[in-house]
């Protein structure tokens, strides 16, 4: 089945401890994404990725890294997670520009950060 | 800056009831749009979207959307509501800066009355 997996669905950290979610995706994508959502916010995006060893950041970039070493895998890393990081994360990924494919979204991880 | 608006946070209609979900958006030329549905838990999914063409667009799960450039608008619309499509609703439109980026609005909460 196509789809783009995320882990862990759940996961509460405490401050400044460095913690990673995965995403991986297995349609062969070269485009990969992550946003967060926040109430009232709709979803904002975090990073993005073109292609392998190819990131850029997007609007909300502050305080998150991102890697992308193989085609498949774009990992969200935090390094010093703080309170406001509290959210709901979602990896996407897309074959090619937006107006031909548009977004596979994944499950979502929802953090919280105390 | 790009924005999406969707005025409801929530809308309750009664099952079998019509439903209409308000986006507007602000872009002066033909932008790229889509609809997504959040169900609880679960990630985003692409209802349908619009790039050109007929202005009346069909999607998945019986809903349709039009595009109306004259008000900005692109309203999502389902002649009758099923108790399954109780979710979150978002509108998006494609970024003018890149092809791979979505804005999203803000969400509207969809609630199902028996």
């Known amino acids: 089945e196509a789809q783009v997996t995320q882990n862990p669905r759940y996961l509460i950290t405490v401050t400044g401890k460095k913690l990673t979610v995965t995403c991986s995706q297995n349609m062969n994508h070269e485009y990969m994404s992550w946003y967060r959502q926040d109430p009232g916010l709709g979803l904002r995006q975090i990073y993005y990725s073109m292609n392998v060893e190819v990131t850029d950041k997007g609007d909300v970039p502050e305080g998150y890294k991102v890697s992308r070493k193989e085609k498949r895998n774009f990992p969200l890393i935090l390094e010093s997670p703080s309170p406001n990081q509290t959210s709901l994360y979602f990896c996407?990924?897309?074959?090619?520009?937006?107006?031909?494919?548009?977004?596979?979204f994944g499950s979502g991880t929802r953090l919280t950060v105390v | 800056a790009q924005s999406v608006t969707q005025p409801d946070i929530h809308i309750t209609v009664s099952e079998g009831a019509s439903l209409e979900l308000r986006c507007n958006y602000s872009?002066?030329?033909?932008?790229?749009l889509f609809w997504y549905v959040q169900s609880p838990g679960q990630g985003l999914q692409l209802l349908l979207k619009?790039?050109?063409?007929?202005?009346l667009v069909q999607g998945i799960k019986g809903f349709e959307a039009e595009f109306k450039r004259s008000q900005s608008s692109f309203n999502l619309r389902k002649p009758s509501v099923h108790w399954s499509d109780a979710a979150e609703y978002f509108c998006a439109v494609g970024a003018v800066d890149s092809s791979y980026k979505l804005i999203f609005g803000s969400g509207t909460r969809l609630l199902v009355r028996p």
């Open positions: 996407a990924s897309s074959s090619g520009p937006l107006y031909d494919y548009g977004y596979t």
């Open positions: 872009y002066g030329a033909t932008p790229y």
């Open positions: 619009y790039f050109s063409g007929d202005t």
